[in-house]
């Protein structure tokens, strides 16, 4: 089935579909492996600015990618992380979160409002912060005391600043 023509209607959706009827024009088949290449699985926000291969230079094929709200360690990314690392392969685990989230702007309240429109309390926490770095520290924790993982030492966390593109890495330790 070939899509129809954009129009100004077109829904976002349609545009991918389209998009990528191009993109398997040009495609060629890799071959490669499941197993990424550089044995690397990255844990990052989802936030659109941050365009991860290009930060990090990185190449199709070479790292996991677990994105979510706030890039937080949560017991699914713990999940998809052992099923990296036990299953796939990989070993070193880099954990980004950003300058300006969004997660910097909502409290526990989001939830509490939530269950109050729709008589329902979702079964997870907001996992909001105020302080990116802290919550890198906290996800870094996550990883390192996950009794699931093969190699849970080496993790190491950033925050990317959305405004110069660079990786400022945070100190494991508390702050003083
Ligand atoms: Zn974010």
């Not at 990424?36 to 941050?50: E, G, T, Y």
């Not at 890039?71 to 713990?78: A, P, Q, R, S, Y």
């Not at 300058?99 to 909001?128: I, K, M």
């Amino acid at each position: 089935m070939t899509s129809a023509p954009i129009t100004p209607n077109t829904s976002v959706t349609d545009r991918l579909v389209a998009a990528n009827e191009a993109y398997a024009k040009t495609f060629t088949d890799p071959g490669m492996d499941a197993r990424p290449v550089q044995k690397v699985a990255v844990v990052a926000c989802m936030d659109a600015r941050l365009d991860l291969h290009a930060a990090l230079g990185l190449d199709l094929g070479d790292c996991h990618t677990i994105r979510n709200a706030g890039g937080v360690v949560t017991d699914d990314v713990i999940r998809s992380l052992t099923i990296s690392q036990r299953a796939l392969g990989t070993r070193s685990v880099v954990l980004i979160h950003h300058t300006n989230c969004g997660l910097e702007s909502l409290t526990e309240d989001f939830r509490h409002e939530l269950e109050r429109e729709v008589g329902q309390r979702p079964s997870w926490a907001v996992e909001a912060f105020t302080n990116a770095e802290q919550d890198v520290r906290q996800s870094m924790q996550r990883v390192r005391t996950s009794p699931f993982l093969v190699e849970a030492n080496d993790v190491r966390g950033f925050v990317f600043d959305v405004h110069t593109g660079l990786l400022h890495e945070v100190d494991p330790a508390p702050a003083a």
